[in-house]
C-alpha cells in the first residue's frame, strides 16, 4: 500500500483564492510526522510546513495551514491568498518514528498547483 | 548559513560509463541522505548516514552504486557502470542532532540531473 497519497496531479487556482492540496497517508507507528514541500522549476526542495502525530493544534505558517484529519489520516495544505510565485510542484512526505528521530522521509507523487493570474 | 551543496548540477553521459556525485552538507549536520527522483514522482531513498556509517542503504542498487562518506562531512554516490534507467535528479539533504530541536527538517540541495543516453 501506498504510504503517503496525493490524489491530485494537478491543480489550478486564481491569484489571491483559497487552494487546498490532499494528502492522506498509512502507517502503523503511533509516532510520525507529515511534512510539506514545495518544488519550482528550479528544483530545489523548499520546507513549508511540519505537524507532528500528537500534536494537538493545526500546523500553521504564515500562509500556510496544515489541516490534520488523525483519524482519517489526511494531512492536507491549504495556501490562502495564492500568489503567481506560488506555482510549483508539492510533495506531501511523512517520517515514522518519534520527532526527535532522523529517519528519511517517504514522499508522495506530487500535485503541480498553477496560479492563475 | 550555507545551505547543502551539490555538483555538478547537470551531468550527460552514455551508458555504461561512471559518474560521481558530490555533496557537501550544512555545517554541523551529523545525517546525510541521498534520495532519487525520477521524472515526476517524489524523491526516493537511496542511502541515509549518520555521520560516517550508512544506517540505513537498503534501498541503494549495490551492483553499481556505491558511497561514502569520509570523515563525516562530505558524500559521494557513484553509479559505475550506468544505466538508460539511471537518468534522475539525484537529491543530497542533511538534517541537525536532534538535541534541542523539536524534529528534524531536512534541507536539500539543488540537485544533479543525470542524463544518461
Known amino acids: 500500500a501506498q504510504k503517503i497519497t496525493q490524489t491530485q496531479p494537478g491543480m489550478f487556482v486564481q491569484e489571491k483564492e483559497a487552494v487546498t492540496l490532499d494528502c492522506t497517508y498509512d502507517?502503523?507507528?503511533?509516532?510520525?510526522?507529515l511534512f510539506w514541500y514545495k518544488q519550482p522549476s528550479s528544483g530545489e526542495m523548499i520546507f513549508l510546513i511540519y505537524q507532528g502525530s500528537y500534536d494537538q493544534q493545526n500546523a500553521t505558517e504564515g500562509r500556510y495551514s496544515l489541516n490534520f484529519q488523525k483519524a482519517r489520516k489526511s494531512a492536507n495544505l491549504v495556501i490562502s491568498a495564492s500568489q503567481l510565485g506560488d506555482s510549483a510542484m508539492y510533495f506531501c512526505a511523512m517520517r515514522e518514528g518519534p520527532d526527535t528521530g532522523r529517519r528519511a522521509l517517504t514522499f508522495g507523487s506530487g500535485t503541480r498547483l498553477q496560479v492563475q493570474p | 548559513e550555507a545551505g547543502v551543496v551539490q555538483s555538478p548540477r547537470y551531468k550527460i553521459i552514455e551508458k555504461k560509463q561512471p559518474v560521481a556525485f558530490w555533496c557537501n552538507p550544512i555545517s554541523g549536520h551529523n545525517t546525510l541522505y541521498w534520495y532519487r527522483q525520477n521524472l515526476g514522482q517524489g524523491p526516493e531513498l537511496l542511502i541515509r548516514?549518520?555521520?560516517?556509517?550508512?544506517?540505513?542503504d537498503s534501498q541503494l542498487p549495490k551492483d553499481r552504486f556505491s558511497a561514502e562518506r569520509l570523515k563525516g562531512v562530505d558524500s559521494t554516490l557513484k553509479i559505475q557502470p550506468a544505466e538508460l534507467g539511471d537518468s534522475a535528479v539525484y537529491l543530497c539533504a542533511s538534517s541537525p542532532h536532534s538535541s534541542g530541536q523539536t524534529y528534524n527538517e531536512q534541507f536539500f540541495g539543488p540537485g544533479t540531473r543525470l542524463t544518461v543516453l
Open positions: 502507517t502503523s507507528d503511533p509516532s510520525y510526522g
Open positions: 548516514y549518520e555521520n560516517e556509517e550508512a544506517v540505513d
